[in-house]
Nanobody, 121 residues
Framework: QVQLAESGGGSVQAGGSLRLSCVFS????????MAWFRQGPGKEREGVAA????????YYADSVKGRFTVSRDNMKNTLSLQMNSLKAEDSAMYYC??????????????WGQGTQVTVSS
């Protein structure tokens, strides 16, 4: 059974930075695509960033391109999200997710409990 545990959330002023981490356990980490999602108050969950199983390709939502960087360490079974130039609209609960590629998309089967990010303007 896969388990994901996020950490690193907190409160920061606009323009600041935070780094989120996620630890993966249970199965072979390098077999899974990984991603960060977020859900703000009254909003639907949205994908923020994703990375392929080998770490060679990453993807970003337009709203975070140039500000956020996703990375993974397949030796340490960890996923990270470096968030710079944070804006108030980045405030949300951030979730780590893992899944297998299915055709052109991913089946995000595994989810962490989330870590809260609050950005004050």
């Amino acid at each position: 059974q896969v388990q994901l545990a996020e950490s690193g959330g907190g409160s920061v002023q606009a323009g600041g930075s935070l780094r989120l981490s996620c630890v993966f356990s249970g199965y072979t980490y390098s077999n899974y695509y990984m991603a960060w999602f977020r859900q703000g108050p009254g909003k639907e969950r949205e994908g923020v960033a994703a990375i392929t199983a080998g770490g060679g390709t990453d993807y970003y939502a337009d709203s975070v391109k140039g500000r956020f960087t996703v990375s993974r360490d397949n030796m340490k079974n960890t996923l990270s999200l470096q968030m710079n130039s944070l804006k108030a609209e980045d405030s949300a609960m951030y979730y780590c997710a893992g899944g297998r590629k299915t055709g052109a998309s991913c089946d995000w089967s595994y989810w962490g409990q989330g870590t809260q990010v609050t950005v004050s303007s």
